[in-house]
């Protein structure tokens, strides 16, 4: 089954996401759960996302994909239409919305909490949201006992020399979404909060330090840079497995809207549910 919720972390910063869980005969058993982070221009309800919910659902898992509150995407769920906030969205509040949602499952704040086990959390990202499950595990060294990054970032600024330099003389540098068109606008306050926290977001070093469980699922087809990193961040990690999946690009060869599930895609999630199987 699936259920929605929207929660208002704060003034102007609301979550909305969706809970993945199996509707089985055993009502009262607690599952596992998986928070589920979504990358850089991603959101909840691309291509692979509510694919990932409902496998992770059928496994035995209470999965939770979602939208960090500053993604850009508001209530009609498929578009941009909250681009200030896409701009404004720095680690820390991403940060502040992960902290946000385990303080919802530890304290029944979510829907099917009955359902949940909150001794049992894992978290898994994709691309940039890779990143902020390690900044998290990190952060937060007791909460999570797994974490999984799928073709995950190894260094916090992704957003190129040219669009930093034009947030600095201008106050606002600019992205294209190539699936939309649509310039997104990145101010010079995510360079700040990159800069002003640049030990704490030093993933490699995050990594270092970390003692819980680390997969690194790495598509061989992704973006060199992202190639290069998935091999550094498992040279730097105190704990780390390391699986290639053969033929993989950055989204595992999904697309959105969805059309069919890739082997890629099914490879890189049968590893990730073992995983999460062995150690939640």
């Known amino acids: 089954m699936k259920q929605s919720f929207s929660l208002v972390r704060e003034e102007g910063l609301t979550i909305r996401g969706d809970i993945f869980i199996k509707d089985d005969t055993q009502e009262y058993s607690r599952k596992p759960v998986v928070i589920v982070c979504h990358g850089f221009k991603g959101f909840k309800d691309w291509g692979m996302f509510p694919r990932i919910g409902e496998y992770l659902a059928e496994q035995g898992f209470a999965a939770i994909t979602f939208n960090f509150s500053g ?10 239409t909250e681009l200030e906030r896409f701009g404004r969205n720095t ?3 991403e940060l502040g919305d992960l902290d946000f949602l385990v303080q919802q499952i530890k304290h029944s704040g979510l829907p099917l909490a009955n359902r949940m086990d909150p001794y049992r959390i894992g978290m898994m990202g994709h691309s940039k ?4 499950t390690l900044l998290y595990a990190s952060s937060y060294p007791d909460v999570l ?3 999984v990054t799928w073709n995950g970032i190894a260094h916090v600024d992704i957003f190129g020399s040219d669009v930093r330099k034009q947030a600095e003389e201008e106050g606002t540098g600019y992205v294209v979404n190539g699936r939309t068109g649509q310039k997104m606008p990145i101010e010079k306050i995510v360079f700040d909060d990159i800069d002003a926290n640049a030990r704490q977001y030093d993933l490699l070093n995050c990594v270092a330090q970390m003692d819980v469980p680390l997969l690194i699922v790495q ?3 992704d973006f060199a840079r992202l190639v290069k990193g998935a091999a550094s961040l498992k040279e730097h990690a105190k704990q780390a497995i390391l699986y290639w999946v053969d033929g993989a690009g950055h989204t595992f060869n999904m697309v959105h ?3 069919e599930d890739t082997s890629e895609f099914l490879e890189a999630l049968e590893i990730t549910a073992k995983f999460f199987q062995e150690h939640l």
């Open 91 to 93: 680690y820390q509040q």
């Open 71 to 80: 993604n850009g995407v508001g209530e009609d769920l498929e578009n941009f």
């Open 257 to 259: 809207p969805h059309k």
């Open 145 to 147: 006992r797994a974490v």
């Open 219 to 221: 598509g061989r087809e």
């Open 129 to 132: 949201g890779g990143g902020d």
